[in-house]
């Protein structure tokens, strides 16, 4: 591995320890997994997400909303998206780029609605989620993009071009 992508690893491994929830890292516009990045960087790990998880179905869902959803809705331009998946959860997505093209993703998440209070397929880690406040999404934009877009250029800008 390079200089540069131990030192995005040792960033994001940082802000995991700061963010009220899971911070994972994709490549390119598809959100393809970073096969090189430890676990707890390149999937959603957290006791609400595994207790979803261990329903085969609601796995293949997962896969689907990071594959194939989340990407339909990522474009170059935009400083976030907030999505919702399956389970009812939000996630925040902070796309980093390099000449308008996605080199890759910051995903922050799950989070809760301040008027969610229930979630059948994990009620009791469903509860103890952070709640996504409407300032949030700017604010770990703020934070996050500035201190990872050039390690990430540098890192992967020749790999996706």
């Not at 090189?36 to 390149?42: K, S, T, V, Y």
Request: proline letters at 7%; glycine letters at 2%.
């Amino acid at each position: 591995m390079s200089n540069t992508f131990d030192k995005l690893v040792a960033k994001l491994d940082a802000l995991s320890h700061f963010c009220p929830t899971n911070i994972v890292f994709k490549v390119t516009s598809s959100l393809i997994v970073e096969e090189a990045l430890p676990l707890h960087l390149r999937c959603h790990n957290c006791k609400f997400c595994l207790e979803v998880k261990k329903n085969p179905e609601k796995r293949a869902k997962c896969i689907d909303n990071d594959l194939i959803e989340i990407p339909a809705k990522l474009k170059p331009n935009m400083e976030y998206l907030v999505t919702q998946c399956h389970a009812n959860v939000k996630e925040v997505v902070l796309p980093l780029t390099s000449n308008n093209t996605i080199i890759g993703a910051v995903l922050c998440g799950p989070f809760r609605s301040e008027d969610e209070l229930d979630n059948p397929l994990a009620n009791e880690h469903f509860q103890k989620l952070p709640v996504l406040t409407n300032e949030m999404p700017k604010y770990l934009h703020e934070i996050i993009v500035p201190l990872l877009q050039q390690l990430a250029q540098n890192a992967y800008a020749s790999y996706v071009n």
